[in-house]
């Protein structure tokens, strides 16, 4: 499948290109946003490279393919974000982000979550959307909770991650998720009412 650009309240999400290498180095290098995800620190060529391969991905079609869209604001790559595929059989895709921390805290990562919660249940017909996280990353957990993805439970030591020296330590891997019927109980629900 093709995904066209999504049009949020301030964001326009599109697929992430070759060009957006700059901007994305500009979170990608940082020792705060690389805290808790599972990625090697790497130099400009190497997440040139990474970049470059995840802009090459388009298709959502066989288990553990993968889609991700730039969040653009006025004209910058501020964060990305991702869908994966954890089972074709099951129809199980699991949503990912990732953002500049100088944008963080004013609701931009929730809003491009949110487009691309909708887009897994209303346009690729998830039957769950699921999200894993360091327990100890508590800002994407409490993402989730404004999403409405419950925590479904934690695997314990499920991650070893070694730093530059080959010293590692395993990780607690926290696992939430929300099915369609959720979805679905959540889209009839009234919106909170605003004075
Ligand atoms: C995880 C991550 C995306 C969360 O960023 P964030 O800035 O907390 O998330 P949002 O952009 O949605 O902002 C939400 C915060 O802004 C506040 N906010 C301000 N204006 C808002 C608005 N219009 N709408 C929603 N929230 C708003 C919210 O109250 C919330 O604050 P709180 O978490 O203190 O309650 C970010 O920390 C990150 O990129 N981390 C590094 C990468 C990473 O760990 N990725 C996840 C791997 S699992």
Known sequence: MAVAPIQT??????????????DVWQYQQLDEVLLYIPWPKRDFDEAAAHTRKRAGLHTLDT??????????LDGRVIGD??????????????????????????????????????????????????????????????LCARLGLAHEGTLREAY???????????????????????WRALEDTPAPHTP
């Not at 288990?63 to 653009?72: K, R, T």
């Not at 070893?160 to 959720?182: F, P, V």
């Open 81 to 142: 974000v991702m869908l994966r595929v954890s089972s074709v059989e099951t129809a199980e895709l699991e949503i990912g982000w990732v953002f500049h921390p100088d944008v963080q805290g004013r609701g931009y990562a929730t809003e491009a979550a949110a487009a691309m919660q909708r887009l897994a249940f209303d346009g690729i017909g998830a039957h769950r959307l699921i999200a894993q996280l360091d327990p100890r990353n508590t800002a994407s957990a409490r």
């Open 9 to 22: 309240e301030r964001l326009t999400l599109r697929p992430l290109a070759e060009s957006d290498i700059d």
């Open 160 to 182: 070893y991650e070694k730093d530059a020296d080959g010293n590692g330590e395993w990780s607690d891997s926290g696992l939430y998720g929300m099915t369609a019927h959720d």
């Open 63 to 72: 288990d553990n393919s993968a889609i991700f869209l730039a969040c653009e």
